[in-house]
C-alpha cells in the first residue's frame, strides 16, 4: 500500500490519530489492492468468493446473473409492510386561490366562501396536493387509492456523492418514527449523511431507492413512465436496479443532460457537464408523445411555398432494400417536366425503386407533394423527383441529448427571484421537468414527484397548464428535513424543506394571478379608450366554475357562457392585444402531512423475527392501545380522511350531506370514482340500523365502536361487503 493512500484513510478520520495502527484493516486493504474482485461493491470482503480460491467445491451455489447488495430482501420486506402512519389536512398552508383572492380584495374578512371551506375543508378546489412526509411511508398510503392512476413519475433523489443526507430506514422499529413526535415534526427532521467512509454506502443508497421504487411502480398506470434525474456517482447502479423494478425491456433510454455547471475540476478523472435522466416505463404500452421541432431542427425546412415550409427528399428509395427485385411493383418510369421517361437509377446505374406505388405516386402528386429538380449528375443535367415534407403539424421523436435548455444555474438564479433569496442549493431546471410531464403524458394526467425538494415539479405542472390550458394535477412528497441553523432558508424562516416546497408553490400561483389581473386591467383600459367608436361586447370571457368567479368579481365583469371551458379568457379586440389566459380550473394546491393513524394497528401480526416473548409484549401493548382508542377523543376531520384513504379514497375527496337521516350525521364520500356513506357518530341509532336493514343499494363506513354485538351483526347480515365497521 502507498504511502499516499494510507495518509488518505488517515486523515478521512481523526481517531486514528490517537489509536494504534487497525492491523487487520491494513491487511484487508491490502488484500483488496491485489485481490479487488473478492471485495463487494461496497468494499467488503466476500467470504465466499474468498473460499472459492481456497477450495472452490466448498462453495455450492447456482450461478445466476443478478444484482445483489445488503439488505436488498429487507429492503423488499420494508416496501409491502404496512404503514402505521396516516395523512391530516393542512388547510392553513394550502393555497386555493379563490380564497387567496377573496381575502385580497376583501381586505381579509371572513367571507361566505371561507366559512363554507373550513366547515368542510377537503371538499373543493385544487386537485393538485404537497404532502410533507417520508415518501416510503406516503407511497404505501397512497398506493391504495392512487393504485395504476399516474401517468408519470419524476424523481431527483439524493445522487449519492458522499455529502448527501440519505433517509435510512427503519427496518427494526426501535427508532422512533418522527411522525410520532410534535416537536420533530414541527422543527424539521434531521437525516445522516451517506458517506463515502460507511461500509454499506452503495447498500445504503440502493435499500433507500429500492423499496420506494417497488412500490412507486404500483402506482404507475400500465402505460407510465418514470424519470430518475441522476450522476455519474449512481447512474450504473441505478441502471441495473430498474431493470429489477420495471424490467430490462422496458428501459426507454438514458438522457444525457447538459447541466451547464462542470464539476469536478482538479481531481483525477474526466470534468462533468452532464446528468442524466434515467427512463423505464411500467409495461411495454408505456412510450413518448413526439416533441416539437426546435429552431435548429427548423432550419432544414428551407424551401417555403404557398402551404408553409418544407424540405425535400429524393423519391428513389434509399438505404436498405432499394433494389428493383425488392419491390418489382415500385420500379415504373415517370414523365419528367421536359416529357423525358425518368426510372429509379441508384449509384453505379443499378436498377432501383421508387418509395411508393404508381397509383400513390399520382395521388401526391395531386396533392402538390411531388417536386421536379434539375440536377447535375456527372457533368450532365438529369430531372429527378423528389418529394416534399411540410414543417407545419410534424412532432418528432425525443432524443436522448438534452441540450440548449436551461442549465443548473439558471435554475438557481430562476428560484432565487422567485424566493428573494438563495435558499435551496441545485434545484433542477422547470423547463427539464416540463419536458419530461410533456412526452409522457396528457393534459388531464396525475404527475408524482416524490423527492420534491423546492417543489420545482409542482412548477412545471401549474405553467405547463397555464400553456396549454392542460388539467394535469400533481402530487409532490416532500420530508420535513430540517434545514441548516446557519443556511440562509433558516434565517429567511424556513426551517424544513417542506416549507420551501409549498412557498415556492404558492408564489408561482400568484404570480401567475397577478400578471392575469395587471394584463387584464391594461386591456381593459385600452379597450375603454376605444370602446366610444366600438361595440359594447368587446371582451368575451368564459368561466365554468362559480368559485373562480369570486376571484375577479371586483375586477371585471364576468358571464359564464361555456359549461365546458375550464378557463377564463380575456380578449380584446385590439388586435395588438395577445390573448390573455389563465386556466383556473385546478391553479393552487392542498398540504396534507404525514402524522401517527388515530388507530393502533388494526389488525395485530407476530413478528417472526422476535422471540415469543417480545411477542407477548408487543401483543399486549397493541391491546393498551386499542383500548386507548376507545377513550381518545379524536379530531372528526382527521379520523375522517384516514379512514377514507384507507379504504381507498383519493385525497380530492367530495362530502354531501345526507338530509334524510335525523338520528345520525351520514355523509356521502365521493373521489370520482368510488362512494361510500360515512357515519363517525359515536353511536348508531336503531333506526339508522333499520333503515340500512332495507337499503342495501350503497356502502356504508361506520365506527366500530358506535354499534353494539346485535347492531353489528344485523347490518353485516343485511348488507354483506357493503357494510365496513372501522
Ligand atoms: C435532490 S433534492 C430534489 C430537488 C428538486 N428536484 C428541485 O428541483 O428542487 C432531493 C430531495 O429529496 C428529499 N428527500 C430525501 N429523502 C426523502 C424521503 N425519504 N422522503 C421524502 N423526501 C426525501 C430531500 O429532503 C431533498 O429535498
Known sequence: MSNDNKNSINSDNPLIRVQTTDWNKERLEQLKQLMPDLFTNDGQLNINELKKVVDPKSVNETERYEFRWFGKSNAKREAFTPTNATLVYDEARSVIPSKLE???????????????????????????????????????????????????????????????????????????????????????????????????????????????????????????????????????????????????????????????????????????????????????????????????????????????????????KTGGED??????????????????????????????????????????????????????????????????????????????????????????????????????????????????????????????????????????????????????????????????????????????????????????IENIINSFKSESHKSESSKSESSKSKKANDLRLKANDSSTNDLFTNDLSLTTNDSSTNDLRLKANDSSTNDLRLTTKNLGFKVFKLKKSNFPRVEYAPDPEKSEEENIEALKKYIRDKEAQLVTAFNREELMTEILIKNGFKLNYTLAKQEAFKKNEILMASDGDKETLICLDVSIADETVEYFKTHTDKKLIVLERALNTTKKWNLKHAMGDKFNAF
Open 323 to 508: 433494389k428493383r427485385e425488392d419491390r418489382p411493383s415500385m420500379y415504373y418510369p415517370l414523365t419528367a417536366p421536359n416529357n423525358t421517361e425518368i426510372y429509379p437509377v441508384g449509384p453505379g446505374g443499378y436498377e432501383s425503386r421508387w418509395r411508393c406505388s404508381l397509383s400513390k405516386y399520382k395521388e401526391l402528386e395531386g396533392d402538390g407533394m411531388i417536386e421536379w429538380k434539375e440536377i447535375n449528375e456527372d457533368e450532365s443535367l438529369v430531372w429527378k423527383p423528389y418529394l416534399k415534407f411540410y414543417l407545419e403539424g410534424r412532432l418528432k421523436q425525443p432524443s436522448d441529448l438534452w441540450k440548449n435548455m436551461d442549465g443548473n444555474k439558471k435554475a438557481s438564479i430562476d428560484l432565487k427571484k422567485l424566493l428573494e433569496e438563495k435558499i435551496f442549493d441545485f434545484p433542477k431546471p422547470v423547463e427539464v421537468i416540463k419536458k419530461c410531464a410533456l412526452i409522457s403524458s396528457d393534459k388531464n394526467d396525475i404527475i408524482l414527484d416524490f423527492f420534491a425538494g423546492s417543489g420545482t415539479t409542482g412548477q412545471a405542472i401549474t405553467e405547463l397548464n397555464q400553456e396549454d390550458g392542460g388539467n394535469r394535477k400533481y402530487i409532490l412528497v416532500q420530508l420535513p428535513e430540517a434545514t441548516d441553523e446557519k443556511s440562509e432558508a433558516y434565517k429567511a424562516g424556513y426551517k424544513k424543506i417542506s416549507d420551501i416546497t409549498i412557498e415556492r408553490n404558492k408564489r408561482v
Open 102 to 316: 377573496l381575502k385580497e380584495l376583501k381586505n381579509g374578512q371572513n367571507t361566505e366562501k371561507n366559512s363554507e371551506n373550513s366547515a368542510n375543508p377537503v371538499n373543493s378546489g385544487p386537485d393538485n396536493f404537497i404532502i410533507e412526509g417520508e415518501n416510503l411511508a406516503v407511497l404505501k398510503l397512497l398506493s391504495q387509492s392512487y393504485r395504476e392512476q399516474v401517468k408519470c413519475i419524476y424523481i431527483d433523489p439524493p445522487y449519492n456523492t458522499g455529502k448527501d443526507f440519505v433517509y435510512s430506514d427503519n427496518f427494526n422499529q426501535d427508532r422512533k418514527e418522527y411522525w410520532e413526535d410534535a416537536e420533530i415534526t414541527e422543527n424539521g427532521y434531521k437525516i445522516d449523511t451517506n458517506a463515502e467512509t460507511d461500509g454499506r454506502f452503495h447498500s445504503n443508497w440502493l435499500n433507500m431507492m429500492y423499496s420506494r421504487l417497488l412500490i412507486a411502480r404500483q402506482l404507475l398506470k400500465e402505460d407510465g413512465v418514470i424519470f430518475i434525474s441522476i450522476d455519474d456517482n449512481e447512474v450504473h447502479h441505478l441502471r441495473k436496479l430498474c431493470d429489477d423494478v420495471f424490467g430490462e425491456e422496458n428501459f426507454l433510454g438514458q438522457v444525457s443532460r447538459l447541466t451547464g455547471t462542470p464539476t469536478g475540476q482538479g481531481t483525477r478523472g474526466l470534468v462533468s457537464e452532464l446528468d442524466y435522466v434515467v427512463i423505464y416505463s411500467k409495461s411495454d404500452e408505456g412510450d413518448f408523445n413526439g416533441v416539437e421541432f426546435d429552431e435548429e431542427d427548423k432550419q432544414i425546412y428551407n424551401q417555403t411555398d404557398e402551404k408553409g415550409q418544407y424540405l425535400t427528399r429524393p423519391l428513389r
